[in-house]
């Protein structure tokens, strides 16, 4: 296998930062450097910038172009190939990411979107200025060295790799489809209030007969978090025991959760306001980042920025997480603060909640809690298909194994 290294100019016909976006409600598509994450492009957090921008033709993203976070700690350094997809016909990035596209006909754009996903502790520790406002420049960029190979080659280690991201993808979909279906069986339960045997019950001031209304506080106890001082090491090293934080929540794309990034030790735990929660515990942000849940399968603990809740009767635990997730927007209205918004749980605990009946709660647990324990299968097998992949990256970019 011969190969070559080369600077990264030499195989790219564009290497420059996006735009200035106007933006507005209705316009074209603008990734930003939350929409790259974890070696792909997510749509999610896009926004819109105007029609009337003047933007240049060669802004425009194209199929096989490689973005590449280009500000702040933590994001800067992460990559992701770019193709259209779901009816996107248009988009550009802002100027916190460059793009880098490769010369048509001698360069795969997939090979080397992984090369440049191996490649980002590189590009991370090129970045330059203060912290939380580092910056890499375009100019830096284009001389880090790429190993390249002829293109049949590149054809061959982009379609062994591509095979595991499409497989990762495809278990991605299933899972948003399973979550999918839950929520809409609690909107058409009860939101729209066709549930099993509606045609029976009266509905009396909006609320099904027997229904009851009552505080979140007279349903769940609640908890919060706390984070063990991290100027002691024994309560970080060598620790066993899962402690979230509201990163491992805002970077998951689905309510399983398999890990925590961090671990506490029992000595953490102990002199910590940190509190044990039992396996499935719902999990809510409720500080910066508010209103993002999770379930994990295991006990565990949280950091400050969560509310946590255990409802008294088991089988009322995911009609309250579906309820909290459609409410999101009321969530946020009830945080305060100066510095950062938050919601704290006096708060939380007086909101309202309606209670349906025992066996609407049990139906409705019992279809929920199968998606999840799908989902959590699906999530598994994701992670696995990851550590495959990382494992083979290196080995097929160094020659290790021939191709």
């Not at 209705?26 to 929409?35: E, H, P, S, T």
């Not at 199968?370 to 959590?376: I, L, S």
């Amino acid at each position: 296998m011969k190969t070559r290294q080369v600077p990264l100019e030499k195989i790219a016909s564009l290497i420059k930062r996006g735009i200035n976006p106007k933006y507005v409600d209705d316009g074209i598509c603008v990734l930003n450097q939350k929409c790259i994450r974890d070696g792909r492009v997510s749509l999610e957090p896009a926004r819109l910038t105007s029609t009337n921008s003047r933007i240049s033709v060669e802004k425009f993203l194209q199929n096989g172009d490689v973005l590449v976070n280009s500000t702040g700690t933590g994001t800067l350094g992460r990559t992701a190939p770019f193709h259209y997809s779901n009816g996107l016909e248009q988009a550009v990035v802002d100027t916190h990411v460059t793009i880098v596209r490769p010369e048509t006909g001698t360069v795969n754009g997939r090979y080397l979107a992984y090369v440049l996903r191996q490649c980002e502790p590189s590009i991370t520790h090129m970045a330059k200025g203060a912290t939380n406002q580092v910056e890499l420049s375009a100019r830096d960029l284009s001389l880090l060295p790429i190993i390249m190979r002829d293109k049949r080659e590149q054809d061959r280690i982009a379609s062994i790799l591509s095979a595991y991201d499409d497989l990762i993808e495809n278990n991605r979909r299933r899972i948003r489809l399973l979550e999918e279906s839950t929520r809409l069986l609690y909107r058409e339960w009860f939101v729209h209030l066709r549930f099993p045997g509606h045609e029976d019950v009266k509905i009396i001031d909006g609320v099904p007969e027997g229904w009851e209304k009552k505080k979140i506080a007279e349903v769940t106890d609640t908890y919060g978090g706390g984070t063990p001082s991290t100027k002691v090491s024994e309560y970080w090293i060598g620790g066993n025991i899962t402690w979230f934080i509201p990163k491992d929540l805002t970077n998951n794309d689905c309510l399983v959760l398999l890990d925590s990034e961090k671990k506490i030790t029992g000595e953490g735990l102990k002199k910590s306001s940190a509190k044990m929660l039992p396996p499935e515990t719902i999990l809510m942000t409720s500080r910066a980042s508010i209103g993002y849940f999770g379930l994990y399968d295991g006990a565990a603990c949280t950091n400050q920025g969560f509310i946590s809740s255990v409802p008294r009767k088991d089988f009322l635990k995911l009609y309250l997480l579906h309820n909290l997730m459609g409410r999101k927007e009321e969530i946020l209205s009830r945080a305060g603060g100066a510095t950062y918004k938050e919601i704290n749980k006096t708060t939380f605990r007086n909101m309202s909640l309606v209670i349906p009946p025992d066996h609407l709660l049990k139906q409705f647990d019992s279809f929920a809690y199968d998606v999840v324990k799908q989902a959590r299968i699906l999530k598994k097998q994701e992670a696995a298909l990851k550590q495959a992949r990382d494992l083979l990256l290196p080995r097929l970019m160094n020659g290790e194994i021939e191709v």
